[in-house]
C-alpha cells in the first residue's frame, strides 16, 4: 500500500500535464465537464482506501463500465456462451471503429471495445428481467456506496447522438450476432456508461480484481482463475489502442473511459482509480495515464 503522501506528489507531478489533452466532445453531455481536475485512490486488499486531489469527485465511467458488463455476465451465461460471440484479441482500431466488425463478419475482437460491450450488452438484456437495476445494484454493491446513479442526461445525450453505436449494432444484427431491439439495448449501454463514480468508488468496486475476485465486502463475484482471465484481457485490450503503450509505460491490467478515467489492478495488492478528463489521441486520459506511470515507477511494481 503506498502512503498517502506518495498519491499527494504524484498528483503534484502530472498537474503541469492540465491543458494538454483534449476533453471528449462527441458526447455533448461530457463537453462541459471542467478540464482541469486530477484525483487518485488506491484500495488495497487489506480494506483500506486512501486518495489525493480531486478523488471524492463522482464523474462519468463510460467505458469503464465494460469491465463490469463483463464481469455481470461471466454470473451468467456458461463462458462458451460468451466467447463464441465476441473475441478476446486486441483489436488495433479506435474504440469505436465499424471496419473491422464488417471484416470480421459481426464478430467484435473483444468485450472492452464499443461492439464487443454491445454483444455483452445484448446477452445482459437477453437473461435479465431489468438489467439497468441489477447492474446499478451491483456496482453499488461493490463499491459500498448505495448512493450511486446514472446519470439520466448523459445517458439520453448519448442515445441522442448514438448514430454510430447504433450502426455497430445493426452490422453484427446483419451478421446474425445481436439478438434484442438495438434501440432498447443501446439504452442500457448509455445507462451503464453514465454512471457516475468517484476514484475511490471505482479503487473500492474494482478491488475484487486485485483478490482473486474476492470483493470488498468478501463475497466471491468471480472465480480466481475467471479474474486472472479477465485481468489478462484488460492488460491487453483495456487501452483500446493505446494497449501497447500503456503496458509500457505503466505495466498494469487497466480500462479507461472517454469521461477520463482509468482504473489499474496489482493483482494480489491493489486496486487503483485515476481521473482527469482530458485525453490523449486514443482516448484515454493523459494526465492520468502519467499518474499511474508515476505510482507504478515509484512503487517499483509492474505485472511484466
Ligand atoms: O459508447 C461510447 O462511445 C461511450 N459511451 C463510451 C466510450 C468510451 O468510454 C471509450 N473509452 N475510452
Same mark, same amino acid.
Given at each position: 500500500?503506498?502512503?498517502?503522501?506518495?498519491?499527494?506528489?504524484?498528483?503534484?507531478?502530472?498537474?503541469?500535464?492540465?491543458?494538454?489533452?483534449?476533453?471528449?466532445?462527441?458526447?455533448?453531455?461530457?463537453?462541459?465537464?471542467?478540464?482541469?481536475?486530477?484525483?487518485?485512490?488506491?484500495?488495497?486488499?487489506?480494506?483500506?482506501?486512501?486518495?489525493?486531489?480531486?478523488?471524492?469527485?463522482?464523474?462519468?465511467?463510460?467505458?469503464?463500465?465494460?469491465?463490469?458488463?463483463?464481469?455481470?455476465?461471466?454470473?451468467?451465461?456458461?463462458?462458451? *456462451?460468451?466467447?463464441?460471440?465476441?473475441?478476446?484479441? %486486441? $483489436?488495433?482500431? @479506435?474504440?469505436?471503429?465499424?471496419?473491422?466488425? =464488417?471484416? &470480421?463478419?459481426?464478430?467484435?475482437?473483444?468485450?472492452?471495445?464499443?461492439?464487443?460491450?454491445?454483444?455483452?450488452?445484448?446477452?445482459?438484456?437477453?437473461?435479465?428481467?431489468?438489467?439497468?437495476?441489477?447492474?446499478? *445494484?451491483?456496482?453499488?454493491?461493490?463499491?459500498?456506496? %448505495? $448512493?450511486?446513479? @446514472?446519470?439520466?442526461?448523459?445517458?439520453?445525450? =448519448?442515445? &441522442?447522438?448514438?448514430?454510430?453505436?447504433?450502426?455497430?449494432?445493426?452490422?453484427?444484427?446483419?451478421?446474425?450476432?445481436?439478438?434484442?431491439?438495438?434501440?432498447?439495448?443501446?439504452?442500457?449501454?448509455?445507462?451503464?456508461?453514465?454512471?457516475?463514480?468517484?476514484?475511490?468508488?471505482? $479503487?473500492?468496486?474494482?478491488?475484487?480484481?486485485?483478490?482473486?475476485?474476492?470483493?470488498?465486502?468478501?463475497?466471491?463475484?468471480?472465480?480466481?482463475?475467471?479474474?486472472?482471465?479477465?485481468?489478462?484481457?484488460?492488460?491487453?485490450?483495456?487501452?483500446?489502442?493505446?494497449?501497447?503503450?500503456?503496458?509500457?509505460?505503466?505495466?498494469?491490467?487497466?480500462?479507461?473511459?472517454?469521461?477520463?478515467?482509468?482504473?489499474?489492478?496489482?493483482?494480489?495488492?491493489?486496486?487503483?482509480?485515476?481521473?482527469?478528463?482530458?485525453?490523449?489521441?486514443?482516448?484515454?486520459?493523459?494526465?492520468?495515464?502519467?499518474?499511474?506511470?508515476?505510482?507504478?515507477?515509484?512503487?517499483?511494481?509492474?505485472?511484466?
Amino acid at each position: 500500500m503506498p502512503e498517502l503522501a506518495l498519491l499527494e506528489q504524484v498528483v503534484d507531478k502530472v498537474r503541469p500535464l492540465l491543458g494538454q489533452g483534449k476533453v471528449a466532445d462527441y458526447i455533448p453531455a461530457l463537453a462541459g465537464v471542467n478540464p482541469n481536475k486530477i484525483g487518485i485512490a488506491v484500495t488495497s486488499i487489506d480494506g483500506t482506501t486512501i486518495g489525493a486531489g480531486d478523488y471524492l469527485e463522482p464523474f462519468s465511467i463510460q467505458s469503464i463500465s465494460k469491465v463490469f458488463s463483463l464481469t455481470l455476465a461471466l454470473t451468467l451465461y456458461e463462458e462458451q *456462451e460468451i466467447w463464441s460471440r465476441v473475441g478476446k484479441e %486486441p $483489436s488495433g482500431q @479506435s474504440f469505436n471503429s465499424l471496419v473491422q466488425v =464488417e471484416l &470480421e463478419r459481426g464478430l467484435p475482437r473483444n468485450p472492452f471495445i464499443n461492439a464487443g460491450a454491445l454483444v455483452i450488452a445484448d446477452l445482459l438484456q437477453a437473461r435479465l428481467g431489468a438489467p439497468k437495476h441489477r447492474m446499478i *445494484e451491483l456496482i453499488r454493491g461493490l463499491s459500498t456506496n %448505495p $448512493s450511486l446513479i @446514472s446519470d439520466k442526461m448523459v445517458a439520453s445525450s =448519448e442515445f &441522442e447522438h448514438s448514430a454510430r453505436n447504433a450502426a455497430i449494432a445493426y452490422l453484427m444484427k446483419s451478421f446474425g450476432n445481436f439478438n434484442n431491439d438495438v434501440d432498447t439495448v443501446l439504452r442500457s449501454y448509455f445507462h451503464y456508461c453514465a454512471m457516475r463514480m468517484s476514484c475511490a468508488d471505482l $479503487s473500492k468496486a474494482m478491488l475484487y480484481l486485485a483478490n482473486k475476485g474476492r470483493c470488498l465486502d468478501g463475497t466471491q463475484l468471480i472465480s480466481p482463475i475467471q479474474t486472472r482471465q479477465m485481468n489478462a484481457l484488460l492488460a491487453t485490450s483495456g487501452l483500446y489502442d493505446g494497449a501497447g503503450e500503456f503496458a509500457y509505460r505503466v505495466g498494469m491490467p487497466g480500462k479507461s473511459g472517454v469521461g477520463g478515467g482509468i482504473i489499474a489492478v496489482i493483482p494480489g495488492d491493489m486496486a487503483v482509480c485515476v481521473w482527469s478528463p482530458e485525453l490523449d489521441h486514443n482516448g484515454n486520459s493523459l494526465a492520468g495515464t502519467a499518474a499511474l506511470e508515476t505510482l507504478c515507477q515509484t512503487l517499483g511494481r509492474s505485472i511484466f
